[in-house]
């Protein structure tokens, strides 16, 4: 085991990998090397997750297996948004901790290496300040991106302000605080210069950007500012908007730009007003009807992602029908799902938990079997059509890659049989269609056009 080398686990959504990827950055800069055994590591490193009640058991399980195996001389450092919410109870559950870093100081990491490896510590060194640092550019100069081949996120602000009664992203990460605009322009030219050809705005609501900062429409002259900024950057995708505030504004500038894909991220959550005003989430559902409405006139390519819970409380047969008859009549692209899962703290907590777990389950299995077979119709549209498809890896002789409708890890993939450079945006036309995914061959003759 080489002396200054870590080993970082990344657990939970994109906006935790770029949380770990600027650690990474940090210890790097510090004279550290990244190590995928963690047995050659000095330092183990967990950013965990604590959204939802399988994402916190999944951390614990990661911490627990470190720590098995865990030799007098390394060190285990817990980290992330389960820790901000719980860090004693995870140094209980899981001996052999002996760091516990908030996610609102991941960018102490440095700090937290240097007071373990300096001195002994009986019981693990706690760092849970409550104050969150801004997420503009300090210390060291730490990206605030997480970058994957040609494709990265860039997160643009931090923290939460919304009133989702289900949700402990505000107890975790506090309100929302806006990075600087001109601090994400530098960075989006700092990627384009690395050759990064997909910049996709990450924030636990992108559609608050700027609010804090004494921005209308933050998000939509953040766009404006980034296609000027970066005009050879080749695609931007806007990921976590909030209903209720995709304005015209951002519908034009993506509806206008050739850069800004036309795909839209917006968890809904739920269909029927009466349990979205349970949720305290917009119960509006006529503005969404209206606003998807608006959004394919301007775009009649615009693919849409959205996340729906099944089984909050309270929620009835005829309140969980007119979701199913909502998803039918709205034909989304992608559709993610999640049954709810109970947390202490949240304004839900007074509800319980009544919805018995088979009954969610049935509900889940409901929802998402009609997706799938939406999702296959749509596919099947695009059969004999030509996507853009940037490139992103190759497996037996067959180039795998993603299309303007595919955010990375949680959408849909494009197998293309052919000659494909890894990292390229090539003309694929379509000659196969799967619930999720499509094939394809390159079509040369349209490079350049
Ligand atoms: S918008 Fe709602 S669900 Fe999303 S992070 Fe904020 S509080 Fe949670």
Known sequence: MTKNTFHLVSLGCAKNTVDSDSMAQLLLRDGYCAVDDPARASVLIVNTCGFIGPAKEESISVLRELAEGKKQSQILIAAGCLTQRYGSEVAQRVPGIDGVLGTRRWMDIVQVVRELRQAPHPEPLYHLPEEAKTVGRDEQDAMRVSVAGASAYLKIADGCRRPCAFCAIPLIKGTAVSRPLESILEEARRLRDMGVRELILIAQDTTDYGHDLGMKDGLAILL????????????IRVMYAYPGYVTDRLIDVMASSRQVLPYLDMPLQHAHPKTLYRMRRPSNIDWVHKTLGRMRAKMDNLAIRTTFIVGYPGETDEEFQALIDFVKEIRFDRVGAFQFSFEPGTTS??????????????????????QQGISLQINQSYVGRT?????????????????????????????IEGEARIGDIVPVRITGAMAYDLTGVPAPELIGL
Do not use: C, H, N
Not at 392 to 397: F, L, M, N, P, S
């Open 224 to 235: 404006e500012r980034l296609t000027a900024s970066v005009p050879d950057m080749d695609w």
């Open 387 to 415: 996507l853009d498809v940037l490139v992103e890896g190759r497996d037996k002789g067959i180039a795998i890659g993603r299309s303007y409708r595919d955010a990375p890890e949680i959408d849909g993939l494009v197998f």
């Open 349 to 370: 907590e007074p509800l319980g938990d009544p919805i018995p777990a088979e009954v969610k389950q049935a509900r889940y299995d409901q929802l998402m079997k009609l």
